[in-house]
């Protein structure tokens, strides 16, 4: 019912910047929290920033990411300023609280297929 679309990974030298978007389509009357999260091999995925009753950021990445979101678009984007190595990751796109049209709040949340984000030193 719901499909998240990533665009804008790629590679990145340190200190750099890349922005992420997230479109979302679908049947979708409001989507409640939409949010970034990233997944570096060998790790469990984590919270990079969520936006939705309040924003929230992972302690890491404080001060150089930004999410911001176009509500008339269902896109969610994420700006990273002062890249890092240790930002290397799978970025994933989420989107929770989903009301849609016909069905009311769907049950779950939904992930897109998520972006590589690398940043060489």
């Known amino acids: 019912q719901v499909q998240l679309v990533e665009s804008g990974g790629g590679l990145v030298q340190a200190g750099g910047s890349l922005r992420l978007s997230c479109a979302a389509s679908?049947?979708?009357?409001?989507?409640?929290?939409m949010g970034w999260y990233r997944q570096a091999p060998g790790k469990q995925r984590e919270l990079v920033a969520e936006?939705?009753?309040?924003?929230n950021y992972a302690d890491s990445v404080k001060g150089r990411f930004t999410i911001s979101r176009d509500n008339a678009k269902n896109t969610v984007y994420l700006q990273m300023n002062s890249l890092k190595p240790e930002d290397t990751a799978v970025y994933y796109c989420?989107?929770?609280?989903?009301?849609?049209?016909?069905?009311?709040?769907?049950?779950?949340?939904?992930w897109g297929q998520g972006t590589q984000v690398t940043v060489s030193s």
């Open positions: 679908g049947s979708i009357l409001r989507i409640n929290a």
């Open positions: 936006l939705g009753g309040s924003t």
């Open positions: 989420n989107a929770a609280r989903v009301i849609d049209y016909k069905l009311g709040y769907l049950p779950h949340d939904y």
